[in-house]
């Protein structure tokens, strides 16, 4: 699976951002968004079921952001509302068998998105 993320850039904070993924290849995945700040881990965000129905977020972001699918167009969202600076980071999508929260359970990165809120 190839994936295309966008969306990045500059946000103030209370805003809003969405972030887009676009998968090729076979596309029925399991998808994940992480995040990585300057001198940190990358860390889980949110992911979605392949089919939509199930969704988990990180407690951090519950309530501002919003994961979907949309399966006609390939392509897996992150809506970010009311972003915080504590989220500015690069922003990668990922696919797998089955949602997770630990990095090694997708096997398929994006080339990440910078987003930067400022204050």
């Known amino acids: 699976v190839q994936l295309q993320a966008s969306g990045g850039g500059l946000v103030q904070a209370g805003g809003s951002l969405r972030l887009s993924c676009a998968a090729s290849?076979?596309?029925?995945?399991?998808m994940g968004w992480f995040r990585q700040a300057p001198g940190k881990e990358r860390v889980f965000v949110a992911a979605?079921?392949?089919?939509?129905?199930?969704?988990v977020y990180t407690d951090s972001v519950k309530g501002r952001f919003s994961i979907s699918r949309d399966n006609t167009k390939n392509t897996v969202y992150l809506q970010m509302n009311s972003p915080k600076a504590e989220d500015t980071a690069v922003y990668y999508c990922?696919?797998?068998?089955?949602?997770?929260?630990?990095?090694?359970?997708?096997?398929?990165w994006g080339q990440g998105t910078q987003v930067t809120v400022s204050s």
């Open positions: 990922a696919a797998g068998s089955t949602i997770g929260r630990a990095p090694d359970a997708y096997y398929g």
């Open positions: 290849g076979r596309t029925f995945y399991a």
């Open positions: 979605i079921s392949p089919t939509g129905v199930r969704t």
